[in-house]
C-alpha cells in the first residue's frame, strides 16, 4: 500500500506516493532524482545522507518519508544559487575540504546547519557538528579549515 506525502524540497513543494517503509533518502533519490544526497551505510552511521529536515541536520537514511510529510527538506543541491556556490560548497573547493566526494555533501550539510545556528563556531563546536559524518580521505583538517573559513567568509571577516 502506498501513501500520499507532501513536503516542501529545496524550496519546491513536492508530492509523492511511497510505501510505509520508503525513507528519506530513497525518496530523495529514487523518485525526485535528487542523487547528491548519498546512501552509504543506510544504518545512520556514516552521516553520508546528511540533509536539513526544517533546518536541522539529519541522517535521511532513519528518517522516513511519511514523516518528512509537511516539513521542509534542503539538500546539497538546493545550496547553490545557479552556477554560484554556496559559501560552504566554495570554501570546501578552495580550502581542500573535500577528496573522493563521498562525504561531502553530508560534511556541507552539517556545516550548513551549524552556521545556520552558530556563525561562529569554535573548532570544537565544528568537531562536535561533524562528528557523525565519517571520511575516509581527509583526515578532517581541511574539512576543519574549510568550515572555519565559510564561517568567517559569511560573517564577512578575511578568514576566507
Do not use: W
Amino acid at each position: 500500500m502506498k501513501y500520499k506525502v507532501s513536503l516542501t524540497v529545496n524550496g519546491d513543494p513536492m508530492e509523492a506516493e511511497v510505501y510505509a517503509t520508503t525513507t528519506l533518502v530513497n525518496l530523495l533519490r529514487n523518485q525526485l532524482g535528487l542523487t547528491g544526497t548519498k546512501r552509504s551505510c543506510e544504518l545512520g552511521e556514516c552521516g553520508s545522507c546528511t540533509v536539513l529536515l526544517d533546518g536541522q541536520p539529519v541522517a535521511s537514511c532513519l528518517v522516513l518519508a511519511l514523516a518528512a510529510s509537511g516539513k521542509e527538506v534542503r539538500t546539497i543541491e538546493g545550496l547553490s544559487n545557479g552556477p554560484d556556490l554556496h559559501p560552504i560548497q566554495q570554501a570546501f573547493v578552495e580550502h581542500h575540504g573535500l577528496q573522493c566526494g563521498a562525504c561531502t555533501p553530508g560534511m556541507i550539510m552539517s556545516a550548513v546547519g551549524l552556521l545556520g545556528e552558530n556563525p561562529t563556531p569554535t573548532e570544537g563546536e565544528i568537531k562536535e557538528a561533524i562528528h557523525g559524518n565519517l571520511c575516509r580521505c581527509t583526515g578532517y583538517h581541511k574539512i576543519i579549515e574549510s568550515i572555519n573559513a565559510a564561517a568567517a567568509k559569511m560573517a564577512g571577516g578575511a578568514g576566507a
